[in-house]
Structure formats: structure tokens, C-alpha cells
């Protein structure tokens, strides 16, 4: 995927937009700073396109990662009526939020959508 600049391909998500309807609203590119400047950007990056986990306390740890993980993972940890914005790893596809039910409910969904978006994994912060 060629990047031009931020959520140029929203086609990416497209299939998770219409399942997940107005449930789903595609942040702004200063929405996505700004919901990154509170969540991602608290921790040091490698190589500049990965999260360095060092010396944070990690909750849970698996080695797979799918549909039905995300899904458990937000049913423990995400609380009723609590927004989980769902950064792709790439720029050119907007970064979406939604309450944390509605990921959970559409799970397959967001892990494709972040293959298609050319991430191994969504990252979903909360």
C-alpha cells in the first residue's frame, strides 16, 4: 500500500464501518494525534514503528492473536459503555473508535481490517 497521508484508504475498514454502522466513527487525523498523545505516545517506540513494551506492567500476554483473543481480551478488560479507539499501524487508514462491545461484537472484522491494512495487529487502547 502506497502512504499519501492520513486515512487516504478507508476502503481498508470498509467492511468494519458498515457492520458496526454509527456505531463507528473515523477519527480526524488531529483526532487520531490527539487520542494517541493519551494512549500510545506515553510509551518509547523501536525502530519508530513499534511500541516499546520495557518496563511496562503487562496485564496479559498471548502468543496468538485473533478474533476471538481481542474479543476476551476486551470482555475482561473493557468496561461497559467505555470508547476503544483502534489505531491500524498505518497512517493511510483512518483510525476508527467505538465503544468497547461494539469491538468485541465485530472482532473478526478488526483483525482483518489490520492485515488489510498492512499491520500484523490492530492496536486497541482503551
Known amino acids: 500500500m502506497k502512504m499519501t ?6 476502503e481498508d475498514i470498509a467492511a468494519l464501518l458498515a457492520a ?11 483526532e487520531d494525534r490527539a487520542f494517541a498523545d493519551l494512549s500510545l505516545n506515553r ?9 516499546d513494551w520495557q518496563g511496562v506492567e503487562v496485564l496479559e500476554r498471548s502468543e496468538e492473536f485473533g478474533g476471538n483473543g481481542l ?16 489505531f491500524w ?23 482483518a ?7 500484523t495487529s490492530p492496536t486497541a487502547v482503551y
Open 20 to 30: 458496526a454502522g454509527e456505531a463507528a466513527i473515523v477519527l480526524t487525523y488531529e
Open 113 to 119: 481490517a489490520a492485515t488489510s491494512a498492512g499491520s
Open 71 to 86: 474479543r476476551a481480551l476486551l470482555r475482561r478488560y473493557g468496561g461497559e459503555g467505555e470508547l476503544v479507539v483502534v
Open 89 to 111: 499501524g498505518n497512517h493511510a487508514v483512518p483510525s476508527v473508535a467505538l465503544e468497547a462491545e461494539a469491538v468485541a461484537a465485530h472482532a473478526e472484522m478488526v483483525v
Open 43 to 51: 510509551f518509547a517506540s523501536v525502530n519508530s514503528t513499534r511500541l
Open 5 to 10: 497521508g492520513y486515512g487516504m484508504y478507508p
